[in-house]
């Protein structure tokens, strides 16, 4: 009898707790924890990809001075010329194999946030099962997304690289000057580019451990979209999907979605939106 009372007035007391949070305080407390799980992944993986680009700039300094270099003497009659010339293939670092390194340096991060969200939201929504890290989904995910981010991550690097050393070779340039070039690539690379793709990396992999945990709970029948609290990253686009809800699977929508995100035509199946965007999700549960 004392115990039934005792829970009666804890029930009353919890109720009236959460009733005087708004679903605003709610939707703030879910993304500074959704912040705060994610952030630390974030953190290590831009340091990781800071050494690696680090070691990308070695090798193609290194390559600079090991291969010859156009003649400066030669007469270059135009460009198309200079960049029929092998030189540049010699000086730039081995794609597949730093492919390889970064999907390789990724993976920790990648699954790590993927697992630790899914996790957390399984907890969260109190079904008693844990989060399962083999399902075909998240296999397929993570397969997908890895070989995708290492491969846009050095086409861009090698695309930046080639322009300024063509523009540089054509203009008659020392190799000192050449190299000035080469370093102004991998000083925006570590200042920028790290964070940015560290950032959509775990965002995108922490939104999809969110969803499919929802999936795998049984209790949730959708998503809805909550923009990022942080005025600095989401100011466009993602206001206008804040609140808006979709079915588990399914997209948000098309408008506004650049092509680098990746998905497939253009859809939306979670954030992010957009480069640096901090978005994530809210479960619509089942009444
Ligand atoms: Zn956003």
């Known amino acids: 009898m004392l115990l039934k009372q005792i829970k009666d007035n804890t029930d009353t007391l919890v109720d009236e707790i959460m009733n005087r949070f708004t679903k605003e305080d709610l939707n703030t ?42 003649n400066r003497e030669a007469q270059i009659d135009t460009y198309m010329e200079v960049l029929k010339q092998n ?19 990724g993976k920790p991060f990648i699954g790590g946030v993927l697992e630790d969200v899914g996790q957390a ?17 998240v296999i397929s995910f993570q397969k997908k997304f890895i070989e995708k981010y290492s491969k846009v991550v050095n086409e861009t690097t090698l695309d930046s690289l080639r322009k300024t050393l063509q523009a540089g070779v054509t203009a008659g340039e020392s190799i000192p000057e ?43 029948k959708a998503k809805e979209w909550l923009t990022s609290f942080d005025e600095r990253t989401c100011k466009i686009g993602c206001k206008e999907l804040h609140g808006r809800k979709t079915g588990l699977g399914k997209s948000f929508g098309k408008q506004g979605v650049s092509a680098d995100l990746g998905y497939t035509d253009g859809e939306i199946p979670h954030p992010p939106l957009h480069v640096s965007c901090r978005c994530t999700l809210v479960a619509v549960l089942i009444e």
Not at 87 to 105: H, P
Not at 122 to 129: D, P, S, W, Y
């Open 29 to 70: 407390i879910t993304w500074r924890n959704f912040i705060r799980r994610t952030r630390p992944y974030e953190v290590k993986f831009t340091k990781v990809l800071k050494g690696l680009f680090k070691q990308q700039e070695k090798e193609v300094l290194s390559n600079m001075r090991k291969y010859p270099h156009p």
């Open 178 to 220: 050449l190299s000035k070039r080469v370093g102004k690539v991998f000083d925006f690379a570590d200042k920028q580019r790290s964070l940015q793709i560290a950032r959509s990396e775990t965002i995108r992999a922490a939104n999809f451990g969110a969803e499919e945990a929802y999936i795998q709970s049984g209790v949730v």
């Open 121 to 137: 939201e399984l907890t969260n929504l109190v079904v008693g099962i844990d989060f399962d890290i083999d399902s075909p989904a």
């Open 87 to 105: 030189w540049l293939s010699d000086w730039l670092f081995a794609e597949m194999m730093w492919r390889r390194r970064f999907s390789n340096a």
